[in-house]
């Protein structure tokens, strides 16, 4: 069985160490990247079955990185949840219109929930 590929978009070293040590003990196969200038150019490379995704990242943030990959038409069919501490409305709805498939306040997210989100968006 092919492993699911998932690009992790993030800067904070606890959450890259939750999600590389979790997500691979689930039997994914991880990239972390650590700053946003270089999330498309890793995506081009290889396309993920997921993108996840913090809007806060160093070079270049989230939403530019968003509307990046859905004006670029290799790229804007892949498959994205937002993992982020911004929790105004705002940022939810500007967000939203990219077509994401989940947005989470990750503060309020415990690991098990995190992973039962990231299958449930694989399975879609």
């Known amino acids: 069985m092919v492993k699911k590929f998932i690009l992790v978009a993030e800067d ?3 959450y890259v160490g939750v999600y590389r040590s979790k997500l691979a003990s689930e039997g994914y196969e991880v990239v972390i990247v650590e700053q946003g200038d270089l999330v498309v150019p890793e995506l081009k490379k ?11 990242l160093p070079q270049k943030n989230g939403f530019e990185i968003l509307e990046e990959l859905r004006a670029d038409g290799k790229l804007k069919s892949i498959k ?5 501490n911004l929790s105004q409305d705002l940022d939810i709805e500007r967000v939203k219109k990219f077509g994401v498939l989940d947005y989470f306040i990750k503060s309020d997210v415990s690991v098990f929930e995190l992973v039962d989100k990231i299958k449930k968006a694989l399975a879609d």
């Not at 290889?46 to 806060?56: A, F, H, Q, V």
């Not at 994205?80 to 982020?84: E, L």
């Open 12 to 14: 904070d070293k606890a």
């Open 46 to 56: 290889r396309k993920p079955d997921l993108l996840i995704l913090d809007l806060m």
């Open 80 to 84: 994205v949840v937002v993992a982020t």
